[in-house]
């Protein structure tokens, strides 16, 4: 595992410890989901600790270390937990090999607790000795007091109780009401809720559907529940929209469906694109998913972009970025001006992708990136976005010194059809005996044919009937290409040079010629 590999595996690591501190807010313990969630979390770290090595992380206030590296820097939801776990005095965190699933989850459990309240019952590292917890340490950088301490603790008789926290805080905010104590209420499933929610008349009951909700929503995070997931999202969108529905039922909804768009529920969406093997069917579910955080969405799946190997999840990912639409522009065309080249290229493809006009400024200086795999990328993603604006971009690099980027720019140019080119192709076509070369004047000829450009007709005959005694090969390859141009175009007024082109010697010329001819008549 790399370095890269790493940071991705203990990004997911802490994600995990979020999914499980918002579990435990709301599962009483022995719950199956509280353990479901345990044990999905404890998957996560057990890689990192597979090779017998310890994790040790150092938390600030506004970011967590892990192994002396920074994770997540530009992760909004691991800089929740960050202050999230600061304010808990949390200032270092040593796990060791023999973590289990019951540790974490009491860790997690004394993490609900208010800061106040932490304190009052002696701090988070007696209460984690309280409980038995022997692979997790708190606030202690001594690995041999660490161990020494964790065979004394193994040598006591366990006692297994898990804590007792009441009025427990999630993350990052809120907490649940009591799980329902009545048979009838134990065997309400979420297709159940939903259908009750949509059928009931008193206001109690709807209140109390909704405070159930979130724990039934959260425990269909799964390959089995995500089409029943995706359901309640629209089904909330929908209703909190109806206009015939009270304005506090409408009020209600709307809350409970920002409640359910939480860190776990992003974070199981996106590693549902990271599935390479996963039907078309889940992933679209996915992808429609994640555009109810309205742009949020970029930054995580910027990060995990970055850090993917996969090409098939890379498109997944993109396409997901991509569908966020000019929400997402404010956070890629920051990534722009990030060091890494193909985190830039990779933000410049889906700046192009989303052809919002308005990227076309900021991209400009990304014609000037160091790395020539990113200029590539920038002028192929100004094609895409079109416009007057980058057509007037593209033609500025006809001017300019790097003659691999005129040339691709003459491609886009073409490729574009705007008649806004066209004085500037024939310009670039009339100089001769420029520094540009034939190559340019070809490709200047190329675009002019595929944008149909009447006006350049009586140009391209005269080039078409220019002949050169001196070196003809390469002119007569440009006399050719003024032949195909001419047949794009279509313009009667070129059949005379064509049909006396059609009889030359230059097999290459007059081929062209008879094609253009063929192509005209048509």
Known sequence: MDQQERLLAWENCLTALIKLIKAVGYYPPGHPALQTVGEQALRHFLPLLAEGANIQCSIRKDGISVNGA????????????????????????????????RDLANFARCLTLPPEELQLRGGLAELLLNQRVASIWTNELDLSSILARREELLAQTPELEDVAVEGGEALPEGSADAEPTTPEEARLDLTGLLQELSDTTTDQRFGELLRRLPALFWGQLNDNGR???????????????????????RQSLLQSLNQLLSAETLDFFIDTLSNRTLPAPQREEAMQALLFYQGEVTAPLMTRLSLEADAQVRKNLTEALVRQ???????????????????????????????????????????????????RETVRALTRIGGQSATGVLLQLLEGADA???????????????????????????????????????????????????????????????????????HNELRAAAATALGEIGDEAALPGLEKASSESNETVARAAVQALKQLRK
């Open 404 to 474: 691999e980027l005129g040339q691709q720019a003459l491609l886009s140019l073409g490729a574009m059809k705007n008649p806004a080119a066209i004085p500037a192709l024939l310009r670039l076509l009339a100089q001769e005996n420029g520094n540009r070369g034939p190559d340019l004047r070809r490709g200047a000829i190329k675009a002019l044919g595929e944008i149909g450009a009447i006006e350049a007709v009586p140009t391209l005959i005269e080039v078409l009937a220019s002949k050169r005694f001196w070196r003809p090969g390469r």
């Open 227 to 249: 089409p029943l997931a995706h359901q309640t999202l629209l089904q909330l969108q929908a209703a909190s929209g109806q206009q015939k529905l009270e304005k506090t039922r």
């Open 70 to 101: 920074s994770v997540g820097e530009k992760n909004p939801h691991l800089q929740k937990l960050a202050g999230y776990l600061f304010i808990r005095r949390l200032q270092s965190l040593v796990i060791l090999p023999d973590l289990s699933a």
């Open 325 to 375: 639409g000019s929400v997402a522009l404010p956070l890629l065309l920051e990534h722009l001006r990030d060091e890494r080249w193909y985190v830039a290229r990779n933000a410049v493809a889906i700046l192009g992708d989303i052809r919002d006009p308005s990227a076309t400024g900021p991209m400009k200086p990304m014609l000037a990136h160091q790395d020539a795999r990113v200029r």
